[in-house]
């Protein structure tokens, strides 16, 4: 396998920002930018083996700076919401910036998703990586204890695209990381991801209240018009949004499904085009994952293809919502005797 890279854009620090691209064999190909360990391309093969980008993406380093919905990239410290933008940990209470009504989303307006990160790259026989660390600081964006991160970025000959997370910490804190990729395995430049179908493995969904903040009920996914506990057509689903209160809420579909069975590898999702016989997998030893429809896109993406409501779909593995607020949910606090250790895989094929 081969690794290229390439100047991509300055950040607003001035720093370089780097492109990686990573090709198989079969000139499928992932590629990777430093600033916020965004993934920019991925370029995989139809049933009649035309390769498209299936991942949605930005040109230029001021749109991925905080003007993307998140498109891409590494969250962290913590993703996903947490109640009141404040927790108390070990007895005291930190307070976080309120970027989601009251609530604090991913982490705030400067999670790590906006530096430049360090990187390395490996190759290897049927597989190369990129191996990218970043620390955040004592007190960054209201966490305590410094934090050191790693994210590996792989992939390989079979098409798997993995993301191993790993962090430690001088000071118990919390630590929920994920990537925020939009796909549309119709290519990113199709008009929306109404025709693709969708199944999630998952006997439970999160109840949220009017802030899409976990009530701590747990709704069975076979019940809900938005399950997805069989494989449905996402825009049968979306067509719902007006009449379903849940999907009101959110303007379609914004929910954390419960698969459980933390640390244990599982497919936990199961994206496809009918159109161009693509399929992506979703593999993690997560105990959830985020389904977010893009109800919220609205913008000029790459090449010139504009990103409007509905045009990529999020999956995003992680720990419950809110769970330092909710004891039942899988925990998130980091201890310095403990380690953050996670892995998801993106498998991508054609049928």
Known sequence: MSITTRPFDKAPTGEQVTEFILTNKHGASISVI?????????????RDGNLADVNLGFDNVDTYDGKSNSMG??????GNRIGGASFELDGVTYNLFKNDGENNL??????VDRYVWASETVEGDGWDKLILTHTTPDGDC????????????????????GIHY????DKTTLVNMTNHAYFNLDGHDAPDVRDLTLQIMAPAVNEVDDALIPTGNLLGSETL????????????VLALTDVIPAMKK??????????????????????????????????????????YTGQGLNHEGKGGAHYGKYAGLCLETQHYPDAIHQPQFHSIVLRPEDTYDTTTIYKFYAE
């Open 250 to 291: 959110c303007g379609g579909v914004d929910f954390n499904y419960c698969a459980g069975r933390d640390k244990e590898m599982k497919t936990i999702a199961v994206l496809k085009s009918p159109k161009t016989g693509r399929v992506m997998e979703v593999i993690t030893d997560q105990p959830g994952v985020q389904c």
């Open 34 to 46: 430093d600033f916020g360990g965004c993934l920019r391309n991925i370029i995989v093969p139809d």
């Open 225 to 236: 018009p938005y399950g997805f506990a069989t494989e449905a057509r996402v825009g049968d």
């Open 142 to 161: 209201g966490f305590p204890g410094t934090v050191s991160m790693e994210v590996t970025y792989s992939w390989n000959d079979e098409g798997e695209l």
């Open 166 to 169: 790993f962090a430690t910490t």
């Open 106 to 111: 991913h982490s705030g307006p400067k999670g």
């Open 73 to 78: 990239a590494l969250i962290g410290r913590v």
